[in-house]
Nanobody, 119 residues
Framework: QVRLVESGGGLVQAGGSLRLSCAAS????????MGWYRQAPGKQRELVAV???????NYGDSVKGRFTITRDNAKNTVYLQMSNLKPEDTGVYYC?????????????WGQGTQVTVSS
């Protein structure tokens, strides 16, 4: 089992910055992928950023160049630095842990943290 706890959300004006943190605990694998997804009201959950390995990082098209994902393996924590925030970045941000081995897929989600960007 893996438990994920997000923090760092809040209210910010357009053009501002926020940093989200996601602390993982439990059976953490060094080969796991960790990332961030978000869901706006009335919309489907979408990819924000995922770190598969240190050299394999994927970003959603709408956040490229503005958001940066990093991971501290010693602290089992993944971060999302968000800059130049826009009102359309508003939503609940969820941390995700993904791993697979021995034919099994392991997917865990945090409880979500609200990010609101005012215009």
């Amino acid at each position: 089992q893996v438990r994920l706890v997000e923090s760092g959300g809040g209210l910010v004006q357009a053009g501002g910055s926020l940093r989200l943190s996601c602390a993982a605990s439990g059976s953490i694998s060094s080969t796991s992928a960790m990332g961030w997804y978000r869901q706006a009201p009335g919309k489907q959950r979408e990819l924000v950023a995922v770190m598969i390995t240190i050299s394999r990082i994927n970003y959603g098209d709408s956040v490229k160049g503005r958001f940066t994902i990093t991971r501290d393996n010693a602290k089992n924590t993944v971060y999302l630095q968000m800059s130049n925030l826009k009102p359309e970045d508003t939503g609940v941000y969820y941390c995700n842990y993904h791993d697979q081995y021995s034919g099994y897929i392991y997917d865990y989600w945090g409880q979500g943290t609200q990010v609101t960007v005012s215009s």
